[in-house]
């Protein structure tokens, strides 16, 4: 039930592509959803979060959609780049007052953003 | 201000060798979290401290690991007797107190290899 399960595992895309990263959850505890972007060698950067009271969150290119109902969400990035290239991790986390806030993290998806 | 240290970056250990890897949050940053991430895998929760004391380690092996973050100093993770499976890349993510409306900021990462 901690688990959070992302597809798909790689992509490709074409530049000005739209990629879209999908994750599923089980446990409805869960109220903090980010993704994370990492490049080879690097630790992971927080792209963009959301909580379950909202239904889309945008930041520049990156779109989150969330379906509570479903238990998903999903990255979408509009206009994608070269420079997007990177693994992205989806993660879900508890962060009530009674609870430690660690992240549940899905396996991950490398994207390629051909130019 | 600086972001969240990890050193070394890199550690090559002997099976049976001990490994400390340290972590220094960011400034004004009091709780510290740890993850280890397999090749190919997505992020697993280690272990949650607050200074001087370990809030959650539901996440760490029951033998040979162990972590700190003393009132003075950076958070140690220490593997004693290191085997070839702990060879992986681990990191420290450290946030503010208020876990409900603060991010995790992850540093660079410990990349540790067992020979």
């Known amino acids: 039930q901690q688990q959070v399960k992302q597809s798909p595992q790689s992509l490709i895309v074409q530049k000005g592509g739209i990629p879209i990263i999908n994750c599923a959850y089980e446990?409805?505890?869960?109220?903090?959803f980010p993704w994370y972007q990492q490049f080879p060698g690097k630790g992971p950067a927080l792209l963009i979060a959301?909580?379950?009271?909202?239904s889309e969150k945008k930041e520049g290119r990156f779109t989150i959609s969330f379906n509570k109902s479903a238990k998903q969400f999903s990255l979408h990035i509009m206009d994608s780049q070269p420079g997007d290239s990177a693994t992205y991790f989806c993660?879900?986390?508890?962060?009530?007052?009674?609870?430690?806030?660690?992240?549940?993290f899905g396996q991950g998806t490398t994207l390629q953003v051909k130019p | 201000n600086a972001g969240v240290m990890q050193n070394p970056r890199h550690l090559v250990r002997r099976r049976g060798q001990e490994a400390r890897l340290r972590c220094s949050p960011m400034?004004?940053?009091?709780?510290v979290y740890w993850y280890r991430q397999l090749p190919e895998e997505g992020l697993k929760f280690m272990v949650y401290?607050?200074?001087?004391?370990?809030?959650?380690e539901s996440g760490m092996p029951k033998e040979r690991f162990s972590a700190e973050f003393p009132k003075e100093g950076p958070s140690i993770l220490r593997i004693q007797q290191v085997v070839r499976g702990d060879s992986a890349a681990y990191f420290c993510?450290?946030?503010?107190?208020?876990?409900?409306?603060?991010?995790?900021?992850f540093g660079q990462g410990t990349r540790l290899t067992v020979v």
């Open positions: 993510a450290s946030s503010l107190p208020q876990v409900m409306n603060t991010e995790a900021f």
């Open positions: 401290l607050q200074k001087e004391n370990i809030i959650d």
């Open positions: 993660a879900a986390s508890n962060r009530g007052s009674s609870n430690t806030g660690k992240l549940i």
């Open positions: 446990n409805t505890a869960f109220d903090y």
């Open positions: 959301i909580r379950p009271d909202v």
């Open positions: 400034k004004g940053h009091s709780h």
